[in-house]
């Protein structure tokens, strides 16, 4: 491919279609924030209270005399997914706060019991310390979202006689989730320690969707002792009661954002839909085709809609419906673009009904790079299947190639292909050597790789 000057760097359009899933959108997150450069120590986790609003702990009678409880500090210091668990250390400066249990902060020795308050993510197993600990999120408002989604990083080092659910509360009950096991791998070697992980991407239920007061949960039972299993860990010499529990971190929850005025229960005819192209104008601005079909009667405005990541839409324009009462099927639309900008564009409309059902089109992106001293224009148009390209803007002896397509599948009509002769002015009869059938096509010059569109219409 030649190298291209700077005049030669003047693209107008390359149209491209692409259907785009609807992307999954973060919304809310907690990583329970930053100790001081010290560190710090047993802060209960129903004290805590982030940016999201408090947290709450229930504490069942089943529990012992000094059951486990939630703290957030970073005496269990959050580090990166794929490590291992490393408890806060003055000499390290680890000041990430996680949410985790650890022994009850009341001290005791009686009968070889022992409680020793925070000390990282390490729980007791003494009789006194039996324990059924559920943590709650506050309520996490998820109004006009749908498909909501939540994920952690976390590590368990839950052993027999010991559990850790993950739980989500839909505004009146309770329900488990998961029940995710230990974490510990080759990673970690022998030290003991719980290698930190992503857990599984969950999807909460439908009662989640568009609900404003849903909550996500941690329980923590160990309601046994395994006597058979004790031994000291290398971090707490000479403790032979406790071992690695669980940490949290970086949760976070992700859903859908659905229109507020749309009725998110009802859904259009499916014999209604919205067919989207895009194309150039003679000023070289995206320029949006589309055809709507079977408009309910009353109809609405018709929305477009533009991003610049394919995800975040802002409303660019409005038109007026066409429909009118009786029978309609099929009504044609266009909207010019003026303020696009370089780069990739994206674009869609919006078909909002009188009964607020809504047919939404498919995504269209447009590699639009603004124009600088280009030209290119048909005519006749419309013609009978022969008519004439005017272009100008390319330097002399660049190769240049004209294809005629279909706008209804897309499919390739003609294709020539001849050399630039002037940067001023070019012009070049198209004779399809086979009668070329009335219609809608896209006529595109193409060089370098550089494509600018028109629309020609054939009687």
Known sequence: MKTLTTKQK??????????????????WTENFGTANSKGDKGNLAYDYNGS?????????????????????????AGVAVGSCSKRFTPKS????????????????????????????????????SLT????????????????????????????????????????????????????KSAVCGASGKMT?????VYTLPESASNNDSIKIGFNWINDSIVYDDLVGDSLNPGLINKFYSVA?????????????????????????????????DK??????????????????????????????????????????????????????????NDGVNY????????????????????DHIKAKNITFTVYPNPNSGQFTVDFSGIENNHEVQIVLNDMNDGHEIYSTTFSSNSIESNKMDVNPPTKIAPGRYLCSLIFEGIRSSVIVMIN
């Not at 999201?52 to 269990?76: D, L």
């Not at 930190?196 to 599984?200: A, E, H, R």
């Not at 992700?254 to 150039?280: C, E, F, H, Q």
């Open 196 to 200: 930190w992980m992503s857990s599984t």
């Open 283 to 340: 000023k070289n601005n995206p320029t949006i085709v589309f055809t709507t079909y079977n408009e309910k009667f009353p109809a609405n405005d018709l929305i477009i809609e533009s991003s610049t990541d394919g995800t975040n839409f802002n409303e660019l324009s409005k038109i007026k419906s066409s429909a009118v009462k009786g029978s309609v099927t099929k009504l044609e639309y266009n909207f010019t673009d003026s303020k696009a």
């Open 52 to 76: 999201n609003g408090q947290w709450t702990a229930s504490n069942p009678s089943v529990n012992g005399k000094y059951p486990n409880q939630w703290y957030v500090s970073s005496m269990e």
């Open 347 to 366: 674009y869609r409309i919006k078909q909002i009904n009188a009964d607020k059902t809504m047919v939404v089109s498919e995504i269209v992106s447009v």
């Open 248 to 280: 949290i971190d970086n949760i976070v929850i992700s859903g859908n954002y659905l229109d507020p005025n749309i009725n998110v229960n009802r859904t259009a005819s499916n014999t209604s839909k919205i067919d989207i192209k895009t194309v150039s």
């Open 93 to 128: 400066n680890l000041t990430n706060n996680t949410l985790h249990i650890a022994s009850s902060t009341n001290k005791k020795i009686t009968n070889n019991e022992l409680t020793t308050g925070d000390m990282g993510a390490f729980y007791a197993i003494t009789p006194a």
């Open 132 to 183: 059924d600990n559920l943590i709650e999120s506050p309520y996490i408002n998820c109004a006009n979202r749908n498909n909501i989604t939540f994920s952690f990083d976390y590590f368990c080092g839950a052993r027999t006689g010991a559990l850790f659910a993950v739980f989500y509360f839909d505004g009146t009950d309770w329900s488990s989730l998961d029940k995710p096991g230990a974490t």
């Open 10 to 27: 003047v693209l107008s359009i390359v149209s491209i279609v692409l259907t785009l899933n609807v992307t999954s959108q973060t919304f």
